[in-house]
């Protein structure tokens, strides 16, 4: 902890009404409308209350039994992992590719930053929608154009057409934020290491291999994760993209809760998804928290 | 050696050039074919119009009721950003101030907030906001922006009032200032870099938000852009005329946006990646 900000250990009576001005409000709110809202879904997840009845009964961990032996629950975890996996390694890739040119000396750079990270402004369901346009008449017209097959096909009446659709939306949504957080990754490296590896001869490769790539490791880490929470929490642009189409196959988890807790009207049943999705958010921010702590390396 | 740099800058820049162009296209084919009519648009969807019309644009105006859905928008953006500047400032100075057991248990359960984003507790969220009687008032998406902007916001102050000198407050609280107008002459001033990123990182989160705002703003008058693009595209009578023309329209506001307010957006995206 900070020295010069003196630790006390109580709340001294004559402060209270200090408290309650500065953080009264916000507590209030947080407490209401987030605290509160997450203890009553764990609550609830233990029941069998369907969101209309006055009354429901406890009935353990039946709940969360039934999400375990839930197919569709899996398919669609499955999905949104398998969505994860490549938006996270592509998106990465790019992000990282963009930043590492733009570093060496181009003209205009902040120019072409800006447009390369314009996508990123555009969210909900509007993205989806701009996108089912482009897939559904300018790749089609495209493809037969060209007469490459694979874009004139009929987009979100397969499973991988409406993977592939979902994986490239999100790509181009994210890989322009990524390349300006690996930007300020990249300038915040000393010159001098790049002057010293000059001076003893090193490739271009060799310095990118062993400089730049080991003292970026803390922004690599934290962008992988940025990319990792942003694929996991996939709703909006879902259901205006592919709505799950063709047969529900293309519905990641946040669309399986949705599903569940709204449109049949399983409340209970749907918390119990919840919680259980928070569990796998905790483990991955927490191994986040465990890699950055190591990786924060300086040479 | 200069010559062989020369061409490699020249290969570089082709490589951006041509980056820009494909990330830049899809938007360039939505603006473009806002102002084709249709049988245009199904016979060649590069071209330029061949009669530039703005007739999908005024059906997508009247369909959408733009300048009200507009308004909306405006409405909740505008006053959750103000909101949460003043709440997350004086929490986080107050908490990187006075620090003891209870406002580290505070602290704690403000950044708890990161980790539980609101996918995951919106069964519930949906439920309170009927037992708090905030369906359909503007009230209630903004006080919900509020609560879920608070920990990143929070997190920022914190840091930020954590690295200013504790002896500008001290000299203050000497000549009898009070908390109050010791945050807002003194404190506040200083952290308004802090403010200004805090706001451009939410103001797009704002707009944007879709999942949030239908659990609460369900009524035709009060639709933002996000629900009632939605709407739109559920409507039975859909044509991809005035669809692309509607795309256009509820993404201008962000791009006239992004123009003016480009380094401060760009340069808050690096500061806000902490939260991950």
């Not at chain 2, 509607?246 to 006239?256: N, Y």
């Amino acid at each position: 902890m900070d020295k010069k900000t003196s630790v006390k250990r109580r709340v001294k009576p004559g402060d209270i009404g200090n408290y309650a001005l500065f953080i009264g409000p916000t507590m209030l709110l947080f407490s209401l409308l987030f605290l509160f809202p997450l203890v009553s879904e764990i609550f609830y997840s233990f029941t069998n209350w369907n969101g209309i009845d006055p009354t429901f009964k406890i009935i353990g961990i039946k709940n969360y039994l039934r999400a375990v032996r839930d197919e569709t629950y899996w398919v669609s975890f499955w999905f949104t992992i398998k969505f994860s996996v490549f938006v996270v390694v592509i998106s990465n890739l790019i992000g990282f590719f963009w930043a590492y040119v733009l570093s060496g000396d181009i003209p205009y750079k902040n120019f072409w930053r800006a447009l390369i990270y314009a996508p990123r402004i555009i969210g909900g369901v509007v993205l989806g929608f701009l996108w089912r346009f482009i897939f559904q008449n300018v790749f089609v017209q495209f493809g037969t154009w060209s007469g490459i097959r694979w874009f004139s096909q009929q987009w979100f009446t397969t499973p991988e057409s409406s993977f592939w659709a979902l994986v490239i939306v999100m790509t181009w949504s994210l890989s322009g934020y990524l390349m300006i957080i690996y930007n300020s990754g990249l300038a915040a490296i000393s010159r001098d290491y790049y002057e010293a590896a000059t001076v003893d001869g090193a490739s271009r490769w060799t310095t990118l291999k062993s400089i730049t790539l080991p003292l970026l490791k803390g922004t690599t880490t934290r962008c992988l994760f940025i990319a990792i929470n942003w694929a996991m929490l996939l709703y909006d642009t879902n259901i205006s993209l592919t709505n799950g189409n063709p047969y529900r196959t293309s519905e990641g988890v946040m669309m399986n809760i949705y599903a569940t807790a709204f449109r049949s009207n399983q409340i209970s049943y749907g918390a119990a998804k919840s919680v259980l999705f928070i569990v796998v958010l905790l483990i991955v921010s927490f191994s986040q928290m465990k890699l950055t702590s190591r990786n924060e390396v300086t040479l | 050696m200069k010559r062989n740099k020369r061409i490699r800058t020249s290969l570089a820049l082709v490589f951006i050039v041509f980056s820009c162009t494909l990330v830049l296209i899809p938007l360039y084919f939505t603006v473009l074919n806002s102002f084709k009519p249709y049988p245009e648009i199904a016979a060649n969807i590069a071209a330029l119009p061949r009669e530039a019309t703005l007739n999908n644009i005024k059906e997508a105006w009247t369909r959408l009721n733009y300048p009200l859905v507009l308004l909306n928008t405006l409405i909740v953006t505008v006053f959750s950003a103000i909101g949460t500047v003043i709440l997350s400032g004086m929490t986080g100075y107050w908490l990187a101030r006075h620090q003891n057991r209870f406002t580290r248990l505070c602290y704690v359960l403000i950044l708890c907030g990161m980790s539980v984003p609101f996918q995951c507790i919106m069964i519930t969220f949906a439920r309170m906001i009927g037992l708090l009687n905030l369906g359909n008032r503007y009230l209630g998406v903004i006080m919900s922006n509020w609560t879920f902007s608070l920990p990143m916001s929070v997190f920022l102050v914190t840091g930020a009032v954590k690295s200013l000198p504790v002896e500008i407050e001290e000299s203050a609280v000497i000549d009898g200032c009070s908390p109050i107008n010791l945050y807002w002459r003194i404190v506040f001033p200083l952290t308004k870099g802090t403010m200004f990123t805090i706001v451009s990182l939410e103001v797009l989160k704002y707009w944007n938000n879709y999942l949030m705002t239908q659990f609460i703003l369900t009524k035709p008058q009060r639709r933002t852009i996000q629900i009632a693009m939605m709407s739109l595209f559920n409507e039975a009578m859909f044509s991809w005329d005035v669809a692309v023309a509607a795309v256009t329209l509820s993404v201008l506001p962000l791009f006239i946006f992004f123009v003016i307010a480009q380094k401060q957006v760009l340069s808050s995206a690096t500061v806000g990646a902490v939260k991950g």
